[in-house]
T-cell receptor, first 117, second 114 residues
Framework: GAGVSQSPSNKVTEKGKDVELRCDPI?????LYWYRQSLGQGLEFLIY????????KSGLPSDRFSAERTGGSVSTLTIQRTQQEDSAVYLC???????????????FGPGTRLTVL | AQSVTQLGSHVSVSEGALVLLRCNYS??????LFWYVQYPNQGLQLLLK??????LVKGINGFEAEFKKSETSFHLTKPSAHMSDAAEYFC????????????FGTGTRLLVSP
């Protein structure tokens, strides 16, 4: 597609429910990133994928958070047993490559706003 | 830990005035540096980036930034503010650690008054 897309754009859920957030990267981009934007915490890196592998998951805040990527394309971020502190905007980005240089420019999607009641 | 500092959570300018948004990073290792803009209810859009070429980088919408290694700074400027520049601006840094994790500053909201 023309850009990174994310769905849903907004998600309201009750505490304790599981949610899935989807990211469709730009076609041909091998690297995919998830970030979280919340009040008081700013923009935080969560996880990145190179192809279908996630070499670094150190940014995931707890074991309730997981992510996968299939076919080197779509990625899903899953939050189990949601808590109110999970409320945030979840941003996805993709880039041509994960190495340094000009190919590392990350293109961001519009985000999914998650509200946990 | 490596960090990025943006001085001033809010900056107010009049239309036509100079815009200066400050960004400092914590490492002596030359990084890749980025400025992103976020308009309300939208994702992040890249304004400009520094990748060890010219130290003065020109971006979109008339913005530019200068990399100063001695000051570990990458301040964003625009000679004349427009109303449409009102948005939140994020400085981001990555180090060539094998993948391009971006470390963001806390953001500066630019307010432009008529």
């Amino acid at each position: 597609g023309a850009g990174v897309s994310q769905s849903p754009s907004n998600k309201v859920t009750e505490k304790g429910k599981d949610v899935e957030l989807r990211c469709d990267p730009i076609s041909g981009h091998t690297a995919l990133y998830w970030y979280r934007q919340s009040l008081g915490q700013g923009l935080e890196f969560l996880i990145y994928f190179q192809g279908n592998s996630a070499p670094d998951k150190s940014g995931l805040p707890s074991d309730r958070f997981s992510a996968e990527r299939t076919g080197g394309s779509v990625s899903t971020l899953t939050i189990q047993r949601t808590q109110q502190e999970d409320s945030a905007v979840y941003l996805c980005a993709s880039s041509l490559a994960q190495s340094g240089g000009s190919r590392n420019e990350q293109f961001f999607g519009p985000g999914t706003r998650l509200t946990v009641l | 830990a490596q960090s990025v500092t943006q001085l001033g959570s809010h900056v107010s300018v009049s239309e036509g005035a100079l815009v200066l948004l400050r960004c400092n990073y914590s490492s002596s290792v030359p990084p890749y540096l980025f400025w992103y803009v976020q308009y309300p209810n939208q994702g992040l859009q890249l304004l400009l980036k520094y990748t060890s070429a010219a130290t003065l980088v020109k971006g979109i919408n008339g913005f530019e930034a200068e990399f100063k290694k001695s000051e570990t700074s990458f301040h964003l400027t625009k000679p004349s503010a427009h109303m449409s520049d009102a948005a939140e601006y994020f400085c981001a840094v990555s180090w060539n650690t094998g993948f391009q994790k971006l470390v963001f500053g806390t953001g500066t909201r630019l307010l432009v008054s008529p």
